[in-house]
């Protein structure tokens, strides 16, 4: 039971509390620059989680093998193997969202999301928490870029996925335009930092 | 090769597609060290160092090791150990020949190898100057000139977002938009700024 809950805490950290671009602010290059719409976030979600994922495994699953000066380039190496895996997965099955995201499929590898939790986590726990972990950190950056994804393209182009919400909408495309990134993120920012506020003040 | 194309890629590196207000690469740097202007400036020289000789060796290791051994599909992770290698080689250089550069770089150069901006400019290099896998005519002297400005435009962001926010530590922002969140508006501002040069044409 007491394994079970601490678990679930390692997994449920990255979608609120801990989560990776509200609150810790890392990985910002890919959020900002592909949520231009739903349908690329989502794409790019699931590729961060499953680099996430399968590199938080190796690399706990190394972290006594490898020594402590050449680290980094070891991680990287590991991290830059399942880029490229999922960067031809990509471009083998989806190759309308690979095009999309372009030169940010294969920036993966500096995300620094991925070797934030390599250095910060995977390193020192072992495999199953890891995996946790890295579940939970992917799934919080997907939340979080498709919620930003979500603003951008309805409020930038009216749609959502794609398809037209309401017809008399007239949109404002400096929402899907670089300005509007940075000033869409940073509102969310000061918003969620009001509502992590708001709970631990007890409302 | 022509004077031309040149100053097109000149003036669409640093202003038009600037590499941190429209491409959004490099930004973990920009929000980290900007906000002071000395440490800005430094971070900026680094980063043009590093992102040049970068693009000179990936477009030899691309062009004579992966191109004829038929292996483009290990870019990736080439040229990212290429690139972290090569900032701890260039840091080493560094200590032994100039403690006075040292000071000034050494701290950010470690820093640079997670930079987006550099591995993303090695990898638009290779999209944008080879064709069918081979290299366009003046391949070589294009990459370094696209990788030189690509730094040049991330400097002069660096150095125009440290001055404005030098200023608004002193300003009293609301509590919520300490820091953080003030900073993406005053970026947003200035990429708004920035997509005024989108008109420029040759």
């Given amino acids: 039971m007491e394994k079970n809950k601490s678990l679930w805490q390692e997994f449920s950290k990255g979608l609120f509390r801990e989560n990776p671009i509200f609150f810790i602010v890392l990985g910002l290059c890919p959020t900002l620059a592909i949520t231009t719409s739903l349908e690329n976030a989502l794409g790019m979600g699931i590729a961060v989680i499953f680099v996430l994922v399968f590199s938080n495994v190796v690399i706990s699953s190394i972290r006594n093998i490898v020594p402590d000066k050449i680290r980094i380039p070891c991680f990287i190496v590991v991290i830059a193997s399942f880029v490229t895996i999922v960067e031809l997965l990509m471009y083998g099955y989806f190759p309308q969202i690979a095009k999309k995201l372009g030169i940010f499929l294969p920036l993966i590898v500096v995300n620094c999301i991925i070797m934030g939790r390599a250095e910060g986590f995977a390193k020192n726990h072992k495999i199953i928490p890891s995996v946790f972990d890295g579940l939970g950190m992917g799934l919080g950056f997907s939340l979080a870029i498709l ?57 | 090769m022509d004077i031309k194309s040149v100053l097109m890629i000149i003036i ?117 100057f080879f064709t069918q896998n081979q290299p366009v005519a003046g391949s070589f002297f294009y990459s370094v000139i696209q990788g030189f400005f690509a730094g040049v435009g991330f400097t002069l962001a660096l150095l125009i977002m440290s001055g404005i926010r030098e200023r608004l530590m002193l300003n009293d922002t609301p509590s919520l938009f300490k820091d953080l969140p003030i900073a993406f508006m005053v970026a947003s501002l200035l990429s708004l700024g920035f997509m005024g040069f989108a008109g420029f044409r040759f």
């Fill in chain 2, 12 to 128: 669409s590196m640093v202003f038009i597609n600037n590499f941190i207000l429209s491409k959004f690469l490099g930004l973990c740097p920009f929000l980290g060290v900007s906000r002071n202007i000395k440490p800005a400036l430094s971070m900026g020289m680094a980063v043009i160092f590093v992102i040049t000789l970068s693009s000179i060796v990936t477009w030899l290791i691309f062009r004579f090791v992966l191109l004829p051994l038929n292996i483009t599909y290990l870019r990736t992770i080439v040229f990212i150990l290429v690139i972290a290698t090569f900032v701890q080689f260039v840091e080493m250089v560094i200590l032994k020949k100039s403690l006075s550069l040292y000071r000034a770089l050494g701290i950010y150069l470690p820093l640079i190898t997670t930079n987006c901006a550099v591995l993303g400019v090695t990898v638009l290099n290779i999209n944008s």
């Fill in chain 1, 147 to 203: 919620l930003i994804a979500g603003i951008r393209e309805f409020l930038g182009t009216g749609k959502l996925f794609g398809k037209i919400i309401c017809e008399s909408f007239s949109p404002c495309a400096i929402f899907i335009l670089p300005p509007g990134a940075l000033f869409t993120l940073g509102v969310l920012i000061a918003l969620f930092r009001r509502i992590k506020k708001g709970r631990a003040d007890g409302y």
